[in-house]
């Protein structure tokens, strides 16, 4: 596998990098592999923005469930009466 060596990092992001190696339980290795790939796609667009036969059909329903839900039912959030202190 290719070594790679980064030189004069910012202490900050050597921290942040770190710190999500932590969280995730991770190695160093492990990690920037990750967080590369990561922002390799993001910053090609290489990402996937649609969905499958199958997310798609469960979103449709998702979003069909929603909209039977009546107005009503939230309309009244934030409106009732303030609470009167004794």
């Known amino acids: 596998m290719t070594?790679?060596?980064l030189k004069d990092l910012d202490p900050a992001l050597v921290e942040r990098i770190a710190a999500f190696a932590d969280r995730q339980g991770w190695g160093q290795a492990r990690t920037l592999r990750f967080?590369?790939?990561?922002?390799l796609r993001a910053s090609v667009?290489?990402?996937?923005?649609t969905f499958d036969d199958a997310e798609?059909?469960?979103l449709a329903a998702a979003i069909g469930a929603l909209?039977?839900?009546?107005?009503d039912t939230f309309a009244l959030i934030g409106r009732g009466a303030p609470v009167r202190s004794v």
Request: glycine content about 14%.
């Open 35 to 39: 967080l590369l790939e990561q922002g």
């Open 67 to 71: 909209e039977q839900i009546p107005d």
């Open 56 to 58: 798609s059909g469960v």
């Open 45 to 49: 667009g290489d990402e996937r923005s």
């Open 3 to 5: 070594e790679l060596v």
